[in-house]
C-alpha cells in the first residue's frame, strides 16, 4: 500500500497556546496564520512548553537556533515546524483556500510552497463564492435530512446523488445552497443500494472509467479479488468496509461494489 507523506489533520487552535519563535519575513506569516486560527501566540519557547502549547513555529534567522530550539520543543512533547526547513519539521503547513466553513488546504509534504499555492490560485477559480453557504445549510438540514433518510446508507447516496457533477446541489454551481429545501421535498430516486459488479479492464488505477471511480466513492462496503492493488481500493471511501474474496460473511447494508480482475474489456454489473 502507497504509504502517506503526511497526514494531513484539522486541529483547533481557537484559545489555545502556540509557540511562534523568530523576528522578520519568515516569522510574520506564522503569526498571521495562527492569529487567523484564534490561537493565542507565545514568544517565548519555555513559556509555551509551561503554559502546554502542542505547536511550535520556529523561523529564526540564524540556522543553529533554529536547529537548537526545534530539538528543544521536540524533547518537550511540542511538534515543530521550522519554516524552509522540512527535514526538521514535524508537520509543515498547507496552502489554504477558505468559504468557510469549507476549507481547502493544499500540501506537497514541503516538497514545494510554489506549486500549493499555484493549485490554490486555480481552484479559487473553480469553487464558488457561496460554497461556504452550501455547507453550513447542510448542517443546518442535518435533521431533516435524517428524516428524509433514517438509514444511514441511504442518507449517504442521497447525498453522493445530489452533490456529484450536475446533481441538484452540485458544489460548483452557483446557488447550490437555495435548492436543498426544494431537493428535500422531491420524491427522487431511491438511493443506489445493492450490490454491483465492476469487472476492471487493468490493474491501472488510471484505467478506471468515470463511472468505476463514482461507484467506488459512493460504496458503503467493497469486496475485492486478492489481486487487486491498493491504488484502487483507495478511490473508495476511507469510512468504506473492505473485505477480500471469497468472503462468506453477511454483506453489509447500502452500496456493496465487487471489484474482480478481467481479462478483456471493462464492465459493470447491477444485482
Known amino acids: 500500500m502507497a504509504r502517506l507523506k503526511s497526514l494531513p489533520l484539522f486541529h483547533r487552535l481557537a484559545g489555545q497556546p502556540v509557540v511562534v519563535l523568530g523576528e522578520g519575513g519568515m516569522a ?54 521550522v519554516v524552509d526547513r522540512p527535514e526538521l519539521c514535524d508537520f509543515t503547513t498547507p496552502s489554504i483556500l477558505e468559504r468557510d466553513p469549507v476549507i481547502v488546504a493544499i500540501g506537497t509534504s514541503g516538497a514545494s510552497a510554489g506549486l500549493a499555492k499555484q493549485l490554490r490560485l486555480r481552484l479559487e477559480q473553480l469553487l464558488p463564492a457561496d460554497l461556504g453557504d452550501l455547507a453550513a445549510r447542510l448542517n443546518a438540514a442535518r435533521d431533516a435530512i435524517k428524516a428524509r433518510w433514517p438509514r444511514m446508507a441511504d442518507r449517504r447516496q442521497a447525498l453522493d446523488a445530489a452533490l456529484t457533477t450536475g446533481g441538484p446541489l452540485d458544489p460548483l454551481s452557483e446557488g447550490a445552497a437555495g435548492r ?35 461507484l467506488l466513492g459512493s460504496a458503503d462496503a467493497v469486496l475485492h479479488d486478492p489481486a487487486i492493488p491498493a491504488a484502487i481500493l483507495d478511490r473508495a471511501r476511507a469510512d468504506a468496509a473492505r473485505f477480500e474474496n471469497p468472503y462468506a460473511g453477511r454483506e453489509p447494508d447500502g452500496l456493496v461494489v465487487v471489484v474482480r480482475q478481467g481479462t478483456g474489456s471493462a464492465n459493470i454489473t447491477v444485482s
Not at 506564522?30 to 490561537?39: F, N, Q, T, W
Not at 512548553?49 to 520543543?73: K, P, Q, S, V, Y
Not at 488505477?205 to 468505476?212: A, G, K
Open 28 to 81: 510574520e506569516p506564522k503569526r498571521r496564520l495562527v492569529e487567523r486560527a484564534g490561537g493565542e501566540m507565545i514568544a517565548e519557547l519555555q513559556d509555551g512548553i509551561d503554559r502546554g502549547a502542542r505547536l511550535a513555529f520556529i523561523a529564526h534567522d540564524n540556522a543553529a537556533m533554529c536547529e537548537a530550539d526545534a530539538i528543544r520543543a521536540r524533547c518537550a512533547g511540542l511538534l515543530v515546524n
Open 180 to 214: 436543498i429545501g426544494d431537493w428535500l421535498e422531491q420524491v427522487g430516486a431511491k438511493p443506489l443500494t445493492g450490490r454491483v459488479e465492476i469487472v476492471l479492464a487493468s490493474l491501472d488505477p488510471e484505467d478506471l472509467t468515470l463511472r468505476q471511480a463514482r
